[in-house]
């Protein structure tokens, strides 16, 4: 039973580049959450998806950032015209419902560390 | 809007010993879930125990366990007969029960060190 999924591990881009970020979440799981770690910080939530719709999107910069979550396919979290700023570790996390139940566990992936030079 | 604060920016324990480290959290809501996730050098983020508000009774899981103060919004982490491999960092999590929220609060975290 695989876990969620992140690819690249590692990825570095030239400042204006585009960084695309994979995440295939667990298996029978739904609902898909990214987060953004800076270093030294704690996790800051961007944007939660679930098949084919953004449902909370409070923590996503307004500009240069987006993402989706198709019906076939992984997350994706694409950051247009890259920035120094924008070096961190991006975390996708998966749960199987968002709300209803007990059980409000997110299994996290390894991570993406997006180096910007 | 909720926050999470872990006041402990760095702790150290010898192996086998007992550790404590605390988190404070600020909600309005009434029925919410508490985390404790601990990050190792690897990044991974692994769930350590979590926590209902509306059960009293404090979780635990194996050497892990939580003293939770709902009237005091307190979820403090145990660690008992610490390990070598318990070096890591660990985040207390909230994540309300209200409305499309689905997101967790991370604290800033704190960095522990087992030392042999």
């Known amino acids: 039973n695989a876990g969620v999924m992140q690819n690249p591990r590692h990825l570095v881009r030239r400042r204006g580049q585009e960084a695309r970020l994979r995440c295939s979440p667990m298996k029978g799981h739904s609902h898909v959450y990214w987060y953004r770690q800076l270093p030294e910080e704690g996790l800051k939530f961007m944007v939660y998806?679930?098949?084919?719709?953004?449902?909370?999107e409070s923590g996503m910069p307004k500009e240069r950032f987006s993402a989706e979550f198709p019906k076939e396919g992984p997350s994706i979290l694409r950051i247009q015209q890259v920035v120094r700023g924008d070096s961190a570790a991006y975390f996708c996390?998966?749960?199987?419902?968002?709300?209803?139940?007990?059980?409000?566990?997110?299994?996290f992936g390894p991570g993406t560390r997006l180096t910007v030079t | 809007a909720q926050t999470v604060t872990q006041s402990q920016p760095e702790m150290s324990v010898q192996e086998a010993e007992t550790v404590t480290l605390s988190c404070t959290y600020d909600t309005s809501e009434s029925n919410y879930y508490l985390f404790w996730y601990k990050q190792p050098p690897s990044r991974q983020m692994i769930l350590v125990i979590r926590?209902?508000?509306?059960?009293?009774q404090n979780a635990t899981e194996n050497r892990f366990s939580v003293n939770f103060q709902k009237a005091a919004k307190s979820f403090s982490l145990k660690i008992s007969d610490s390990q070598l491999g318990d070096t890591a960092m660990y985040f207390c999590?909230?994540?309300?029960?209200?409305?499309?929220?689905?997101?967790?609060?991370f604290g800033k975290g704190t960095k522990l060190s087992v030392k042999p």
């Open positions: 999590a909230f994540r309300g029960d209200g409305g499309s929220q689905g997101n967790l609060i």
């Open positions: 998806l679930q098949k084919e719709n953004i449902i909370d």
């Open positions: 996390a998966s749960s199987p419902r968002g709300k209803g139940l007990a059980l409000y566990e997110q299994y």
């Open positions: 926590q209902e508000a509306y059960k009293q």
